[in-house]
């Protein structure tokens, strides 16, 4: 009686269960064979999912046991020598750009050189006329380049990571606005003047966008104004000196968290 009663238990289980599934299945589904709708593409899935489940449990936690061994101190003294060689070449060629940034109108050549040339005059003083002047144009690269980056050291300025093709995007927009300035008929030395300073902007928000970065280049552009004041005869070529040693102070900078960041 008891066993009746369980079976008919089961069936009705079984009834509900069958009537459920006839409700969600699609109306084509139902009228295929259960061993052709399970076709062995299906089987694969289901091993295969659950392999991939097993493995994900039983992976280990790669975060503490990652171990990447540190440079040796030769690695890290050679690549240290290795960026301020790079920086003493490209202060060197900052100032052979500047010699030949000129334009139609008020910019005439080596007018942008001006404020190199003190730092030269600068070197020589504090070193007795021992140093020659490429060597204090090295230098120069070298303190350009190692500014931003010991400025986010010291106070702890989180940046994004700086990799070779944006080095190269940003000497390659300097090299486009030198070739600009000195190619395109401005209408005054002035438009030329302010329409780099807007794209200085533009480039500052792309290649990096950080404060330090704004500040940093916005004060050494009006420290070379007021360093060469004497020199100027329009307040474009103010404008000029700006707009020069923005982006410059940039470039550096990119290529100086660019090097520095492999020492870390």
């Not at 790669?62 to 301020?84: D, N």
């Not at 005059?121 to 490429?134: A, I, R």
């Amino acid at each position: 009686m008891s066993g009746n009663r369980m079976a008919t238990g089961l069936n009705g289980k079984e009834k509900s269960n069958e009537s459920f599934s006839n409700l969600t299945r699609p109306q084509l589904f139902s009228l295929y064979d259960e061993d052709i709708t399970k076709s062995a593409d299906s089987e694969d899935y289901e091993r295969i999912r659950s392999r991939g489940s097993r493995a994900s449990v039983s992976r280990p936690n790669s975060t503490g046991s990652a171990y990447e061994p540190k440079p040796s101190k030769l690695g890290q003294m050679l690549r240290f020598l290795s960026s301020i060689l790079v920086l003493s070449l490209a202060g060197i060629g900052y100032n052979e750009l500047s010699k030949n940034l000129h334009d139609n109108h008020k910019l005439h050549p080596e007018l942008a050189s001006r404020p190199l040339l003190l730092g030269v005059q600068l070197s020589k003083f504090f070193t007795g006329n021992m140093l020659p002047d490429w060597a204090a144009y090295a230098v120069e690269g070298i303190l350009f380049g190692s500014c931003i980056p010991l400025i986010d050291h010291i106070f702890s300025i989180e940046t994004r990571p700086t990799s070779w093709v944006s080095v190269l995007k940003t000497v390659n927009a300097m090299l486009g606005v030198t070739f600009g300035i000195r190619k395109v008929q401005w209408s005054s030395s002035l438009q030329a003047a302010i329409a780099w300073g807007l794209l200085n902007i533009i480039l500052w928000l792309l290649f990096d966008g950080t404060v330090s970065m704004f500040v940093s280049c916005s004060g050494l552009g009006l420290l070379t104004c007021v360093a060469c004041y004497g020199d100027v005869t329009d307040k474009s070529q103010l404008l000029y000196f700006v707009d020069f040693y923005f982006l410059g102070l940039l470039l550096f900078s990119k290529l100086g968290r660019y090097l520095f960041s492999n020492h870390k």
